[in-house]
């Protein structure tokens, strides 16, 4: 078996099998980034580290990884994710207010579809089923994006 027993804290996954199949795949993985995200119902699997390469010795276990852009937590709650989506676009919100003076509305337009509206969609199929509190979060954002785009400040 190459899962993990949470219960134990213990790895089924074998470093050597693990470097075996990379070889055969031609992959390589860096030792000094390489995250391990454990997915458990309760989040906490008292897995602490694992030995997936032998030479640097063990890999931390995290409780958030990113991947592609999208940020996972053990509970795949999208909590993490939201939190920098939000961030992000509310950074991006800011800058536009220092020169929406000078833009015309169509332009406000283009700009919050194409820098904050993005950032919302990106992989928004994996939101599915996420938390009243995290789409309320999101629609905050779209709120102020709306208003940046009339001109009304809060």
Known sequence: SSGINAES?????????????LTTNFLQL?????EVLILSP??????????????????LVTGAAKNLGVYFDSKLSMDNHV???VRSCKATLVNLWRIAGKL???LRTILVCSLVHSKIDYC??????????????LQK??????????????
């Not at 804290?9 to 199949?21: D, P, V």
């Not at 860096?30 to 390489?34: A, E, F, G, L, R």
């Not at 309760?42 to 890999?59: H, I, Q, W």
């Open 9 to 21: 804290g213990s790895s089924g996954i074998n470093a050597e099998y693990g470097q075996t199949w």
């Open 124 to 137: 928004n199929s994996l939101m599915s089923g996420m938390t009243k509190r995290n789409v309320a979060e």
């Open 30 to 34: 860096n030792p000094t980034k390489t």
């Open 42 to 59: 309760r989040g906490d699997t008292g897995v602490e580290s694992m030995n997936l390469f032998e030479e640097s010795g063990p890999t």
């Open 141 to 154: 954002v779209q709120n102020a994006a709306a208003r940046f785009i009339f001109g009304q400040r809060k």
């Open 83 to 85: 939190a920098a989506v």
């Open 104 to 106: 015309s509305r169509k």
